[in-house]
């Protein structure tokens, strides 16, 4: 759904325009495509590595099927898990580890079993978490900056066209049209930045603090496991990032 905002944004456009008048083949131009987007692009190359722009682009697919992030399902597994502790030990744990949707879930109940203390535990998952996050924060800077540079290679695309547009100053007849087609520049340097690049970064972002918070909330569970709390406390704990309220 995410993504059908970018075609009710354009189509918006098209749609003013043909009611204005204006015909929207005038938009098609492939210098000011070149020079918005092209520009554009080589100037994030020089900001960002490749290994990022290639994951910035991967990123970009959560607008069209984002990562499943089911909180419920999560809270189910950590409590059945401290429930099979407490009346098994845990060591009997190696057995939820299939069980698991995610690495980070894996890897820590790993840890419980391998005997891992709770405060060495928890700096351990807390320490994945933030070093995960500086890995992903350059995917959603790299549509911000993206976004950034097109208005700008807008403005150069347009003053290349009024240059060429000043050559015909003899010819009346032609002069009106280039005008026309250098501000398409503009128009693509705008559209680029305020419907395809700025509200993709955001929407990356928002997804990126969604699977935080639900590692935050896997590493308070297991972090529970480990100290041996009644499953009534793991509740309350996963009360604060699910909003629901515990059973009394």
Same mark, same amino acid.
């Given at each position: 759904?995410? !993504?059908?905002?970018?075609?009710?944004?354009?189509?918006?456009?098209?749609?003013?325009?043909?009611?204005?008048?204006?015909?929207?083949? *005038?938009?098609?131009?492939?210098?000011?495509?070149?020079?918005?987007?092209?520009?554009? !692009?080589?100037?994030?190359?020089?900001? +960002?590595?490749?290994?990022? $722009?290639?994951?910035?682009? =991967?990123?970009?697919?959560?607008?069209?099927?984002?990562?499943?992030?089911?909180?419920?399902?999560?809270?189910?597994?950590? &409590?059945?898990?401290?429930?099979?502790?407490?009346?098994?030990?845990?060591?009997?744990?190696? /057995?939820? $580890?299939?069980?698991? /949707?995610?690495? +980070?879930?894996?890897?820590?109940?790993?840890?419980?079993?391998?005997?891992?203390? %709770?405060?060495?535990?928890?700096?351990?998952?807390?320490?994945? *978490?933030?070093?995960?996050?500086? =890995?992903?924060?350059?995917?959603?800077?790299?549509? #911000?900056? !993206?976004?950034?540079?097109?208005?700008?290679?807008?403005? *150069?695309?347009?003053?290349?066209?009024?240059?060429?547009?000043?050559?015909?100053?003899?010819?009346?007849?032609?002069?009106?049209?280039?005008?026309?087609?250098? !501000?398409? @520049?503009?128009?693509?340097?705008? &559209?680029?930045?305020? $419907?395809?690049?700025?509200?993709?970064?955001?929407?990356? =972002?928002?997804?990126?603090?969604?699977?935080?918070?639900? =590692?935050?909330?896997?590493? #308070?569970?297991?972090?529970?496991?480990? @100290?041996?709390?009644?499953?009534?406390?793991? %509740?309350?704990?996963?009360?604060?990032?699910?909003?629901?309220?515990?059973?009394?």
């Amino acid at each position: 759904m995410n !993504f059908l905002g970018i075609f009710l944004a354009i189509g918006c456009i098209l749609t003013s325009m043909i009611m204005e008048g204006t015909h929207p083949g *005038i938009m098609l131009n492939l210098p000011a495509f070149l020079v918005v987007v092209g520009a554009s !692009f080589s100037a994030c190359v020089v900001q +960002f590595t490749i290994p990022q $722009i290639l994951s910035g682009f =991967k990123c970009y697919l959560w607008l069209l099927a984002p990562p499943r992030i089911n909180m419920a399902a999560q809270v189910e597994l950590l &409590v059945s898990m401290s429930t099979t502790a407490r009346q098994q030990g845990l060591l009997a744990l190696e /057995n939820s $580890i299939g069980s698991a /949707n995610d690495d +980070f879930t894996r890897d820590g109940i790993q840890m419980i079993v391998d005997g891992v203390d %709770k405060d060495t535990l928890f700096a351990l998952l807390e320490n994945a *978490i933030e070093i995960e996050h500086q =890995k992903e924060e350059p995917y959603a800077k790299f549509w #911000e900056s !993206f976004g950034g540079y097109s208005p700008t290679m807008g403005i *150069i695309g347009a003053v290349l066209g009024l240059i060429h547009a000043m050559s015909l100053l003899d010819r009346p007849d032609l002069l009106g049209p280039s005008i026309a087609v250098a !501000f398409v @520049a503009t128009i693509y340097g705008l &559209v680029t930045a305020n $419907i395809v690049c700025i509200p993709a970064s955001g929407r990356i =972002k928002t997804v990126m603090g969604e699977l935080a918070l639900y =590692k935050y909330m896997t590493l #308070e569970g297991l972090v529970s496991i480990a @100290a041996g709390e009644n499953t009534m406390m793991m %509740k309350r704990r996963m009360a604060v990032y699910t909003g629901e309220k515990a059973e009394q």
